[in-house]
């Protein structure tokens, strides 16, 4: 269901109904490997491909 004027809130709440405890736990080991491999890989050509790949998700970084 796709609404317009969705809020935060409204995700949040919806969010907290459709994830599961596993599919909660797999997102933040996602996010926290990829902060381990920024924050311990500083290798410029490691850090602009991660970087971009943050953009390519739709993060904004920046």
């Given at each position: ?7 935060v ?11 599961t405890p596993e599919r909660l736990a ?8 990829l902060?381990?491999?920024?924050l311990f ?5 490691a850090?602009?491909s ?6 390519a998700?739709?993060i904004?970084?920046?």
């Open positions: 269901m796709s609404r317009t004027n969705e809020t809130h409204d995700r949040i709440v919806t969010a907290r109904s459709e994830l797999a997102g933040l080991l996602l996010v926290a490997a902060g381990f491999t920024l890989l500083q290798d410029p050509v850090h602009d991660m970087h971009n790949f943050r953009h998700a739709g904004t970084c920046h």
